[in-house]
């Protein structure tokens, strides 16, 4: 799955996305209420975690905001703030769930589970397509034509980002913080390590190239131009 995570006390954030990394779950963190608005909007996530105190823009009008442009995209009020009247505001803001701090990360990611295992909405992607290549997120399968791909966890991830961004450059940097949650560079090959293995997979039997290296700046997946 891919989670944005919208909460400015980087503690929180930090052992959410540790917990879900650990899961092979993508998490974009966005401490910005403003900003938060702009990337749900723009990106596809399968879950949203949204605390109500944020500076910018607040989560209750964040998620109302969401929903007024037609996203439907589950999110999980994560809060400090636990009246039952609070609590019935941000279910009828919008919300699917509402969690209260100090929170078991057991229990949100039950909670995250429970939210990905309801039928789809109409707006809600939960196949990627690209050319031949197709990305299924809820059964976790890869396929190319006719022909399964077994990819491991990181692997899965590693696709799924590139083909969310189909056709833009998707940086070095941008990789490490979405598959392997680095906010620093390790000084290591691994990003080039696991595209090159991924293109094993992906590329190298078939005729049409669709894994693009752009030089000096990072890669772009795209199928015919």
Known sequence: MRILVIEDDLKTSDYIVKGFAEMGHVCDVVADGRDALFQATRENYDILIVDRMLPGLDGLSLVKAVRAAKVRTPAIFLTSIGGVDDRVEGLEAGGDDYLLKPFAFSELSARVNALSRRPPSQEQITVLRIADLELDLVKRQVRR????????????????????????????????????????????SVVETHVSRLRAKVDKPFPLQLIHTIRNTGYSLHGPR
Do not use: A, C, Y
């Not at 991830?157 to 969310?164: D, I, K, S």
């Open 145 to 188: 034509g006719e022909q399964p791909i077994e990819l491991q966890p990181r692997e899965f991830t590693l696709l799924e980002v590139l083909m969310r961004s189909e056709g833009r450059v998707v940086t070095r940097t941008m990789l490490l913080e979405r598959v392997w949650n680095f906010h620093f560079d390790p000084k290591t």
